[in-house]
């Protein structure tokens, strides 16, 4: 990032959901690198079907639920997951998501 951050105000129909590389997983960037040298913050919505696989997280994350049902696993528990909840997980922890009741709509907050 090469200018000097400034506040941003991020409406909800100005998000535009792009496909991710997992199947029935679309995402919307509300700030990234562009905006911010340290956070990243991205809507992000599950199918019905959809399926994040197990996967070990690179930074700091945290996962807020803002609408649907979610089935997070980690470190061999499942917990459910509904709006209003948040996960965190440190850097280089592994977990799950699989949707129980969808729309499932997600706010992905992380560090770069």
């Avoid at 959809?50 to 945290?62: D, I, K, L, P, Q």
């Avoid at 696993?73 to 509904?82: A, T």
Wanted: charged share 30%.
């Amino acid at each position: 990032m090469n200018k000097p951050e400034e506040i941003k105000i991020i409406k909800p129909d100005a998000l535009d959901f792009k496909p991710t590389k997992r199947d029935g997983v679309i995402a919307a960037r509300m700030i990234g690198p562009e905006d911010s040298a340290t956070q990243n913050v991205v809507i992000v919505e599950l199918a019905e079907n959809a399926v994040v696989e197990e996967h070990e997280t690179e930074t700091a994350e945290s996962i807020y639920v803002l609408q649907g049902m979610i089935d997070l696993k980690y470190d061999g528990n499942s917990e459910l997951l509904i709006p209003g909840d948040l996960a965190y997980f440190p850097r280089g922890t592994s977990h799950e998501l699989v949707p129980r009741r969808t729309p499932c709509r997600l706010m992905l907050i992380y560090s770069w």
